[in-house]
């Protein structure tokens, strides 16, 4: 390597280290959901009402601390209403005149699923199965000897049940992954490695720039609040409060870099006294 090549990552390191630290947490850091993964989500936050608000790394962290038998029922119950939420979605968009919906209650008395015929206006309800046990079926068949029941492809072939032509399988690997990729973002702090080695005005100077993101929508205010928290080593309390200081009409980026400095330096100055 040149010599002045040396010289300018000296002269120039935090600035580089700004750049690498800004675009592994606005890109590897955080989760963005596909359209496929983004259904599972919904489904997880169905599952268990404490997901309703949850941030995808607070789930990470609920599921991070569950022993595999656990995670098993998880996936399963979460299969369950993935494949609720597929075939609404497909029922609902497939131009006929039925249309479909869930029960508001995740625990409702023996159906699923409430349909009609906008048609005619008859009205019925629906049991949906995803499994690959088919004494699970054949003992709601027994129980609700009148009812409706649709199941996934492959059990619909071996049952000659009507299906919802959806993959039980694909299914529950689409909720497995979804689940691996929140557990890493809960557990990967790697990025967060970087800040010890950089200087109060390199960090101020990320957070003005993830500030920035966030006005601009690119990230939400929870996930700007997490990072600039990770990033000062400063509460979400003090977080919340810098992000409204920040929202006033006459800060810049001069004093709003200066409002963080402060921040992160009063939070070494605790640091430094412990």
Do not use: C
Not at 18 to 24: E, S
Not at 76 to 83: E, Q, S, Y
Not at 95 to 123: C, L, P, R
Not at 193 to 204: G, H, K, N
């Amino acid at each position: 390597m040149s010599t002045p090549t040396i010289e300018y990552l000296k002269k120039n390191f935090d600035e580089i280290a700004i750049m690498g630290v800004l675009a592994k947490i606005t890109s590897d850091k955080l989760f963005q959901p596909t359209i496929d993964d983004e259904m599972v989500v919904q489904a997880f936050r169905r599952y268990k009402t404490d997901f309703h608000g949850a941030s995808i790394e607070e789930m990470g962290n609920y599921l991070s601390n569950m022993d595999d038998d656990s995670i098993a029922g998880v996936v399963n119950n979460v299969k369950g209403i993935l494949h609720e939420y597929e075939w609404v979605a497909m029922e609902n968009s497939d131009g006929d005149s039925v249309v479909v919906g869930m029960f508001q209650n995740t625990s409702h008395k023996d159906y699923d699923i409430w349909a009609m015929d906008t048609s005619t206006g008859e009205t019925w309800v629906e049991q949906l199965k995803t499994t690959d046990n088919t004494s699970y079926i054949n003992s709601w068949i027994s129980e609700h000897p009148n009812g409706v029941i649709r199941v996934d492809e492959d059990m619909a072939e071996r049952l000659d049940l009507p299906s919802t032509g959806l993959d039980n399988e694909d299914l529950e690997y689409r909720v497995e992954n979804v689940i691996e990729k929140m557990k890493d973002l809960a557990q990967d702090d790697s990025v967060w490695d970087y800040f010890p080695s950089l200087s109060a005005i390199s960090i101020s100077i990320i957070v003005w720039h993830l500030y920035k993101e966030y006005q601009y929508g690119e990230i939400t205010a929870e996930e700007f609040k997490w990072m600039a928290a990770k990033t000062t080593g400063q509460k979400v309390a003090k977080i919340a409060m810098l992000m409204f200081l920040l929202t006033l009409p006459v800060i810049n980026v001069i004093t709003g870099t200066i409002l963080i400095f402060n921040l992160v330096q009063s939070g070494q100055k605790v640091l430094d006294a412990n």
